[in-house]
């Protein structure tokens, strides 16, 4: 959508995330100036849910028997401000500074 992204990440090997995760938001944040990325999990996908959590998703629905009956869709959402895997950018003074937007939290 205009303001949103949904990342979707298909992965055998959660180690090899660490490769992707920050150009995945440098892409979502910075190259495509998204204001919210999206993530949607079954309800029965235990790993993915903690997985999307410890990553700094936010669970903000779940729409009830969303995948079939007794398997919901579980929706996350990170804002920009809310994200921690953004290289922080440099001020004048060299020194690292993180930058974000201010969400009114709608």
Known sequence: TPGSVSLHVAIEYPAALRRLIRPAFDLAF?????????????????????????????RTHQIIDGWSVGTHLVIHEMRRPECRWLEPER??????RQVGTESNGV
């Open 30 to 58: 910075n190259r495509l100036g998204k204001q919210v990325v999206l993530a949607t999990v079954l309800s029965s996908n235990k790993r993915s849910l903690r997985l999307v959590e410890h990553l700094g998703f936010r």
């Open 91 to 96: 001020g004048e003074n060299g020194i690292r």
